[in-house]
């Protein structure tokens, strides 16, 4: 298993993350039986978010640790996510912040969280609130790494005003046709439709500030339309992809995941599935590095410019 070096986090972390989102239809025993298999792979990084299931994601995954001596809490680093209130708003007030880590907690059964993201930004958040949350949540032992997700380069700085702890990760929507922060920079001045500046440029801005990526939904079209793999309408990826699967022997998934870390920035991918082969296709990816060629041949398949 490949790994990175995340600030902050005192350990080693895997280049997968086992995201935790679709435990909600599971048993403790099946999620236990996905979290040992998960670390048997190399995989210590576990992604939750108190909107998953409604909080029953997180709930599953603390009743599958209950008991079971043979997972150590020391081993793992668990990652959960607040700031979205299901059908009505984003809030990252002082109060709710502290209110949804403390159920957090309650639900996944543990003592602390190894990082803490802002799952989306809130217009009407205050720097200053959002500075005392963290103060309490990292004096208290609650909460020792803190980050974001789906911010823009200056979202952060605002942050960056009053927080004092360093914000370590932003989690990103990013896969080959889903790559606008990297087709913005490529195409930058031109009049294609990849030259329009989605995101602030959020993939220079992490490298500069050490900020570690995590790519969410590494295998989704745009605009939510589904996966690529196997669809007529990325004929030509997926040809490019079925080349490369034939000469590393392995899967078009394997690929599009290497893809992704072949990246110089360390982008570390959220893998969705509950499905243990469909884990091993992922982490499969981390026993091979396609080449500089083969990346762009890939990139451009995608349909994306070289200009």
């Known amino acids: 298993m490949?790994?990175?070096?995340?600030?902050?986090?005192?350990?080693?972390?895997?280049?997968?993350?086992?995201?935790?989102?679709r435990f909600s239809e599971k048993?403790?025993?099946?999620?236990?039986?996905?979290?040992?298999?998960?670390?048997?792979?190399?995989?210590?990084?576990?992604d939750h978010a108190d909107i998953y299931g409604n909080g029953k994601c997180e709930e599953l995954f603390g009743e599958a640790m209950k008991g079971d001596s043979s997972l150590k809490r020391e081993d793992m680093i668990i990652q959960s996510k607040c700031g979205v209130r299901l059908g009505l708003d984003y809030d990252l007030t002082k109060a709710h912040i502290l209110d949804s880590v403390d159920n957090i907690l309650k639900r996944l059964q543990t003592d602390y969280l190894d990082t803490l993201l802002l799952h989306r930004p809130d217009p009407l958040f205050e720097p200053e609130e959002i500075a005392?949350?963290?103060?309490?949540?990292?004096?208290?032992?609650?909460?020792?790494?803190?980050?974001v997700s789906n911010f823009k380069p200056m979202q952060i700085e605002l942050l960056k005003k009053s927080v004092k702890q360093e914000l370590v990760i932003n989690q990103l929507q990013f896969s080959l046709p889903v790559s606008n922060m990297i087709a913005g920079s490529m195409e930058m001045n031109m009049?294609?439709?990849?030259?329009?500046?989605?995101?602030?440029n959020v993939l220079d801005y992490c490298r500069l500030k050490d900020m570690t990526i995590q790519a969410w939904s590494p295998f989704q079209m745009p605009a939510w339309r589904g996966v690529f793999l196997g669809n007529e309408e990325y004929s030509d990826l997926n040809k490019e992809i079925d080349v490369l699967a034939a000469k590393y022997d392995t899967t078009p998934t394997a690929i599009a995941a290497a893809?992704?870390?072949?990246?110089?920035?360390?982008?570390?991918?959220?893998?969705?599935?509950?499905?243990?082969?469909?884990?091993?296709?992922?982490?499969?990816?981390?026993?091979?590095?396609?080449?500089?060629?083969?990346?762009?041949?890939?990139?451009?398949?995608?349909?994306?410019?070289?200009?």
């Open 2 to 21: 490949k790994e990175i070096t995340i600030k902050t986090i005192n350990r080693p972390a895997s280049a997968i993350i086992a995201g935790c989102m």
């Open 27 to 46: 048993t403790p025993k099946e999620v236990n039986s996905f979290i040992h298999t998960a670390m048997e792979m190399g995989i210590n990084f576990f």
């Open 132 to 147: 005392e949350a963290f103060d309490i949540l990292e004096q208290s032992g609650k909460v020792r790494s803190f980050g």
């Open 191 to 200: 009049e294609s439709a990849g030259s329009v500046d989605h995101d602030g």
């Open 259 to 307: 893809w992704i870390l072949r990246h110089p920035a360390d982008i570390q991918i959220v893998a969705g599935t509950t499905s243990v082969e469909r884990l091993k296709e992922i982490v499969s990816a981390c026993d091979f590095v396609i080449t500089h060629e083969e990346w762009y041949k890939l990139y451009l398949a995608a349909g994306h410019l070289l200009p």
